[in-house]
C-alpha cells in the first residue's frame, strides 16, 4: 500500500513539474512577443472596465437587483471574473483539444511520459486573463469593503475562490472533451456554456426562473463559482452551503477525469 | 482593376454558402444570442416590474430588447476571421496580385456571410414574439424605417469590423482585438444597457460614435422616441458613417499594406 502511494505520489510530482515547464515555456513566448501581451490584456481588462461601467450605470438607475445592492453585485462579478481569469491563465490549452483530434496531435501526446490532459491544458496561456485579473480583484476588494463584509471571511473567501476555480477547469475540460466524440476544431459546447455563464450567472439567480437555476446548481454546477460563494459570504445563504463549492469542485473534477479518460480511449488518430 | 458587381455576387454567394455549408452554426448563434436575450429579459424584467426606467416601461423594454438580439445576431456574424487570417497568413500577398479590390471582395464576403444568419436571427425574433409579445412599431412608417435602419447594419458591421482587422498588420494575433471591438460596441450601441440610462457625458459620447446605430437607433424609431424629421437624421447619419468607414478603411490600408513583406523570390 505505502509502496502503491508513493508510486502515485511520484506521478503527481512528476506530471507537475512537466506542467510548471511547459507553462513556463509559454510564458517565456509571451515576453517574446510584448505587443500580442498588451492587445490581449487590454481587451480583458477594457471588457471588465465597460463591466464595472455597465452596473455603475445600473445602480445609479436602481437601488437593487433582486435584493442585491451595488457592492454585492461587484463581489458576485468578481467571482465569477477571477474564477474565468484563472482558469485562462493556468489551462487555457484545453481549448485546443478539437484542433488536436482532429489533426491527429494527440497522438504525439500519448507516447510522452505525463498525462495527455496536463500536456495539453498547459500548451496555452489565456493573456486576455491578466487584464480580468487585475480588474476582476479590483472590483471583488471595492465590493467587499464597499458591502462591508468582515475580514474574518477572507480564509472562507479564498477557499471558494480556490473551489471556483477547480468548477470552471474541470467544467471547461469535460465540454472540450466533447470534441473526441463531436469533431470540430471549435469546442462548440465549452464556447456556448462559457458564453451563457458571463450572461447569465452576471445576475443573482433569483431573477431567473426555477429551471435555469436547478440547471445552474445541480446539472452543470456553475452557480458554485460565483453565486452560492457570494451568498454564503453575505449572510444570505446559511453556513451549511459553505460545503458546496467544495462537493461541487470534488463532483466536477472526477467527472472531467472520467471524461476525458473516456474520450482518450475512443480517441481513434487522424487520416482515416 | 476589373472589379464589377459580378464579382461582388459570386464572392458573397460563395462565402454564404460555406457558411450555410456548416448548420451547427445555426443552432449556435441561436442559443447564444436566445440565451442572452432571455437573460436580459428576466433582468430588465425584474428591474422595472410596473414602473419605468430611462423612459421604457416593459412593454417597450421587451420590444428594444427583442431588436437588440436581432441587430446582435447580424452584427457579430461576419466573416472577421477569415479577414484577419488573409493577413496573418501572408494570403494578403497573393490577393494584392488579383484584379480584384481587396476592401470590396472582403466587404461582399462579409455581407455574405452576415446573410446567412439573417435566418437565425428572424426564427428567434419569430420566437421571442410569440413568447413575449412585444408591441409593434409605433407606425408603419416607423416600422419602414426601422427596416431601413437594420439594413445599415450591414455595411456599418462591415466598416467596423474590417478597420479593426486591419490592426492585424502590426500585430500577430486576432482575438484580442476582435474582444476589444465586441466590448466597445456592446456597450456603446446600448445592448448592454439603453443609453439613455447612461449620464449624459456618456451619452454624447456614445452618439459621438457609430456604435448606436446597431440598437438604440432601430429601436427608437421602432418605439416612437423620435418623429419622424428625427428618424431621417439617424438615417442620414447612419449613411453618413457607413460612407467614413468605407473611405476610412481605404486610408488605413493603404498605410497598412506597407508592412506586408514577401520572402523568398
Partial sequence: MAELIATRTGGARHAFAVYRRSLAAHFRSIVEYPADFWVMASAGALWQTLQFAFLAILFANVSAIAGWGYHEMLVLVGFLTLGGATTAVFWDGVWSIGSMVIKGDIDYRITRPAPVIVQVASLHVGMQAFGELSLGTVMLVYGWVGAGLSPTLIPLALLMLACAVVIETA??????????WVKGTMSVFAFLVNDLQQDVLRFPLGIYPAAVRLVAMFVIPLAFVSFVPVEVLTGRASD???FGPPIAAAATAAAAILVVRAGLRSYDSAGH | MTHTWAVD???AVVS?????AYKANWVFAIVLGGGSMLANLALWHNLIGEGTLGGYDWDAMRAYLIISFFTATLAFSGSDWEIADRILDGLIAV?????VDFQRARAAEFIGSMLSTVPTAVLGVVGAWLLFSPPGPVSPLAGLL????VLFVFPLAFGITYLSVLVCFWTRRYLGIMWAREALLGFFSGMLVPLALMPAPLQALSWALPFPHFTTTPSHIYLGRVDTAGALGLLAAELAWTVVLWFGGRLVFKHAVKKVTVHGG
Fill in chain 2, 9 to 11: 455576387r459570386a464572392l
Fill in chain 1, 240 to 242: 451549511w452551503w459553505a
Fill in chain 2, 146 to 149: 426601422t427596416a431601413v435602419s
Fill in chain 1, 171 to 180: 467544467v471547461l475540460t469535460a465540454l472540450c472533451a466533447v470534441n473526441f
Fill in chain 2, 16 to 20: 454564404l454558402k460555406r457558411r450555410l
Fill in chain 2, 95 to 99: 490577393d494584392l496580385t488579383k484584379p
